[in-house]
């Protein structure tokens, strides 16, 4: 089967080839101290700020969702097992008043027996912290320390702050497993959850309601193009200011790649409304018609042009044909065809490598899977290591990403200081 794949891609397949040769060890990760993390900049820190009620009049709480998957900290072998060090620093900063800055710190241990654990993508540390702030304009940021691998990373996004008491407000949907009548982070489905086998919710927080009255509340799914996949329409009483609210979320109707959750609320001619992008690669399944997009463009880089151009242009039906025939012909696992219900695990890893590309090398506006950095982590994987350093005048930053198994390695050059990495040599 590689023999024939590369006498059909003679230049591109070799990317294929290496995704089937290692897909039992992707997402491996560093797990010593001998050797540096794989992205000097820092621990990949997700994180949410939920904007929730205040008792106090005038103020809005701010809750810190910040997450680590284990995968991508640095573990260092002890006498009992393996063990890892995050330090996590949550901010808001007043956009009027840029002096005054809100500030806690929080250190977290992880202690494991079992080397299996370290590399699980699905093993994950989530720290809430939350503050009670005046409304208004901040901006809010967590700030993630690896202290094995001394490195450091940000997240960071300007952040409205309102008092839910006045005036109509819908908090952005926070998505749970359970139907909840109050916040509970501990039930919220992780941050980069990205395989969705089974409904779930969506956590609605509606604030500034006339107690008593009737709301009207619609929330539909739409796919990559905006077209609709699935609508409900609600009409419910709202016994007090703040309402809690779980619609379900029904997995099947989900895209491959991002689908858009939109929610509005009415009461008294008063509106307001709310939007989630959820991000999707497993439920997928051809018999619901769900949008290829997200991954169309990004298959470039490991089919022939005339496939994919063959692919691009297709129809819907003839699309998806394509789409299904290319995958199944790829599954490494089976000599026949998956069903509608299983799934390829060699199309669930290049959607994580999209999804991670999208993630982790976005810039100026651009999807990260259109980058240089994104199209080589894509076709190769995550590289074996990371360096990052600066020419002698300090005017340029390269990183220089190594794949020892492959003998390869590739530079970048960050040219104007300002994000946009450029592939200079290796490619």
Known sequence: MIKNLLKRFPIICFGILFLLVVLPGCGRSIRNGDRQSRFGFGPNVSARFINLPSAEKGHGT?????????????????NEGYSAEVELAFSLQEKAHPEKVHLVDRQRKIDLRDFAETVERDKVLRVVEQMVVPAGEYAASVIGSDRY???????????????????LHLVQPILVWDSLTAFQPEA??????????????????????????????????QDNEGKRLFDRSLRLFAPEPIAYASVPIPFAKLSIGTTMLKVAVE?????????????????FSPKHGQSLTALIDPMRYIMDGKDWQALKEAGPEERLKIFKDFWDARQPLKGEPLNDEEENPLLAEFFLRVEEANWRFHWGGQEGWRTDRGRIFIIYGEPDNIQRQQNQYGQNTFEIWTYSELGRRFVFQEYNNDGDFRLVSGG
């Open 62 to 78: 701010i809750v810190f969702v910040a997450e680590v998957r284990y995968a991508d900290m640095q573990f260092i072998k002890t």
């Open 149 to 167: 691998a001394k490195s450091r990373n940000v997240v960071s996004q300007p952040l409205p702050v309102n008092d839910l008491r006045s005036g």
């Open 188 to 221: 919220m489905i992780p941050l980069r959850q990205r395989r969705f086998t089974k409904n779930f919710y969506a956590l609605l927080v509606i604030g500034g309601l006339q107690a008593g009255r009737e709301m009207a509340l619609k929330y539909e799914l």
């Open 267 to 283: 009461q008294n001619g008063a509106k307001t409304e709310a939007s989630l992008p959820i991000y999707a690669n497993v439920g």
